[in-house]
């Protein structure tokens, strides 16, 4: 998707997941009377339909030279950092969920050694569901609009321009991030509100216990900071700021973690604050290291070795 909207082929995108998933949810419905097999198998058709449709758009823009590359392999290819960063980020999101399914008290067996945790999973879910305004405006504005600003930058960098020029082209790089943020949190913000208002309808209209509807707005704000902090992340990939990726993905695993920890400790009356708490600190914390990155970018620029190697 990321590589689709580089090419800025925006209504391919939206085509490819309106077709992958009409296919899921129509296919989950036809195979419904062979159970879990039958639902998951329309799940799978989906997903493949939508990743071959934007598959088949790529493919032409980035012609394949090579069948097999082993370049990855090479020690100048393999960047530790990056490794460290994918799994705490990974591992970040998931590890609240997965502290609920090891809890017998709060799980139950689904197939084999899969669990799912009915009082946690489904409340979560819904609100998963509030990412999609964010993610719109965070594909827009930073892969678009940020992206177009920081090429800008970086070529007036490697091609002599004046200082002036250079002072100019950051300042508007700056305010890119600015303004793709400000978007994310006013959009974002909204589709919160809209939702909190609506939380008793959606929970009676799908038939849930009233109990979810707590848990429910908890994990609303929790979302809602987590697509903040992923576009905070991306721009210090864009800026090759790696080491503050790794300190801001090990503080959301290690806050993510233990918070959770402790509020299955503390009770039912405090589940899903500890994924809520812990995102809202991560996405803090990524716009502290930010607007420090930000701050004098040109002199950070120029003086600062690069850490790709790291």
């Known amino acids: 998707m990321i590589f689709v909207a580089g090419l800025k082929k925006f209504k391919v995108i939206l085509y490819s997941f309106f077709f992958g998933y009409t296919t899921t949810v129509f296919l989950s419905f036809l195979l419904m009377p062979y159970g879990l097999n039958g639902l998951l198998s329309g799940l799978l058709a989906g997903h493949a339909l939508l990743f071959f449709l934007m598959l088949a758009v790529i493919i032409p823009e980035y012609p394949v030279k090579d069948t097999v590359r082993v370049d990855f392999l090479k020690r100048k290819q393999i960047f530790p950092v990056l490794i460290f960063v994918g799994i705490f980020y990974n591992l970040g999101i998931w590890i609240d969920k997965l502290i609920f399914w090891l809890n017998p008290a709060t799980s139950e067996a689904i197939i084999g050694p899969l669990r799912a945790s009915l009082i946690y999973d489904l409340p979560i879910f819904l609100a998963y569901l509030s990412i999609i305004p964010g993610m719109a405006v965070f594909l827009l504005r930073i892969e678009t609009d940020f992206a177009e600003a920081y090429d800008g930058f970086f070529n007036a960098v490697r091609g002599n321009a004046s200082l002036q020029e250079i002072e100019t082209l950051g300042n508007e790089m700056i305010l890119a991030v600015r303004e793709g943020i400000f978007q994310i949190i006013k959009v974002q913000g909204i589709t919160v509100l809209v939702l909190y208002m609506l939380g008793p309808k959606i929970v009676a209209w799908l038939g849930i216990s009233e109990k979810f509807i707590h848990l429910y ?94």
């Open 217 to 310: 707005y908890i994990d609303l704000v929790g979302v809602a900071a987590q697509v903040l902090m992923l576009a905070v992340l991306n721009v210090l990939f864009y800026l090759d700021r790696l080491r503050d990726a790794f300190w801001l993905t090990f503080t959301l695993l290690v806050t993510n973690g233990c918070f959770t920890w402790i509020t299955l400790e503390l009770g039912p009356v405090y589940y899903g604050y500890g994924f809520g708490l812990s995102m809202t600190l991560t996405a803090f914390v990524g716009i502290y290291l930010l607007s420090s990155e930000l701050e004098s970018i040109e002199f950070r620029t120029f003086m600062r070795p690069r850490e790709t190697n790291a």
